[in-house]
T-cell receptor
């Protein structure tokens, strides 16, 4: 069975500061890992994905994540937060065309 | 890029009525689509896997007779909430993987269902 744990249901950072959203996974086989962003009353937009290629993955809007097998982690980072980054972020594990298992989400608030 | 649409985007209905939600892949064919449910301020929970030309596969605890899924074509899956009750009020989101062996699912914008 696969599972994802997101540490911190709410994260607040100042505009321009580093964004760090944590995700740890559990999987019996090498996983595919995803970060999605959700704006209010909208569906999910893919930020980035890890599919067993490069461990440092760059996504849209300046986000990136590093797959660390030894730590079973896939934390999401952005060097400088922007007001438009305020949203809900979900980490997910799965295999492409199979069902995804989502974490509980982290709400990111940007402080002006 | 791949686009998945949902209709309607929001719906309000009376208790006891049935509501149909459509999920369409606009520029690709999807033999499989997934239906998720999201309660306020919570994560997405998979309800069922919709398979074109065959029966849907439901997750444990999801009533298949209440949440009817029909995947009538390679671009359309429908979720019908039958005899809706207030506890069925939720945000329903569908997703579709693009192509066989793909590593990415594309999500629809979601449908907000409110049952009075």
């Amino acid at each position: 069975a696969q599972s994802v744990t997101q540490l911190g249901s709410h994260v607040s950072v100042s505009e321009g500061a580093l964004v760090l959203l944590r995700c740890n996974y559990s999987s019996s086989v090498p996983p595919y890992l995803f970060w999605y962003v959700q704006y209010p009353n909208q569906g999910l937009q893919l930020l980035l994905k890890y599919t067993s290629a490069a461990t440092l993955v760059k996504g849209i809007n300046g986000f990136e994540a590093e797959f660390k097998k030894s730590e079973t982690s896939f934390h999401l980072t952005k060097p400088s937060a922007h007001m438009s980054d305020a949203a809900e972020y979900f980490c997910a594990v799965g295999f492409g065309n199979e069902k995804l298992t989502f974490g509980t989400g982290t709400r990111l608030t940007i402080i002006p | 890029g791949a686009v998945v649409s949902q209709h309607p985007s929001w719906v309000i209905c009376k208790s006891g009525t049935s509501v149909k939600i459509e999920c369409r892949s606009l520029d690709f064919q999807a033999t499989t689509m997934f239906w998720y449910r999201q309660f306020p301020k919570q994560s997405l929970m998979l309800m069922a896997t919709s398979n074109e030309g065959s029966k849907a596969t439901y997750e444990q605890g999801v009533e298949k007779d209440k949440f009817l899924i029909n995947h009538a074509s390679l671009t359309l899956s429908t979720l019908t909430v039958t005899s809706a009750h207030p506890e069925d009020s939720s945000f329903y989101i569908c997703s579709a993987p693009r192509g066989v062996g793909t590593d990415t699912q594309y999500f629809g914008p979601g449908t907000r269902l409110t049952v009075l």
